[in-house]
């Protein structure tokens, strides 16, 4: 859980506008646009994955936050792939 956490933070950090490493979608390139929204989605789809194997225990907040911005960074990275680049849509391979 730790790792994912620290994982998840580290991706976040790195996406924040303005930051060195952060990712302007407005002058990102497709393959970027197409990396993010897959990158997006399996970090998503890991902490699920980790929140949904503590059984019953309900969600942290903070998991929850994280959720929410990843779903977040996904649709906006999404969104300008669906107008910079449409036909790359139905070729996104999320494995």
Not at 2 to 29: D, E, Q
Request: aromatic residues 6%; glycine residues 6%.
């Amino acid at each position: 859980m730790l790792k994912i956490t620290a994982a998840v933070l580290a991706v976040l950090a790195a996406a924040i506008p303005g930051s060195a490493f952060g990712l302007t979608y407005g002058n990102a390139t497709c393959g970027q646009l197409v990396d993010e929204v897959v990158n997006t989605k399996k970090l998503f789809d890991k902490l699920a994955a980790d929140i949904s194997r503590q059984g019953e225990q309900p969600a942290t907040r903070q998991e929850i936050v994280q959720l929410s911005l990843l779903t977040q960074r996904h649709d906006r990275a999404f969104a300008m792939l669906a107008i910079k680049c449409p036909e790359t849509l139905s070729n996104i391979d999320f494995n």
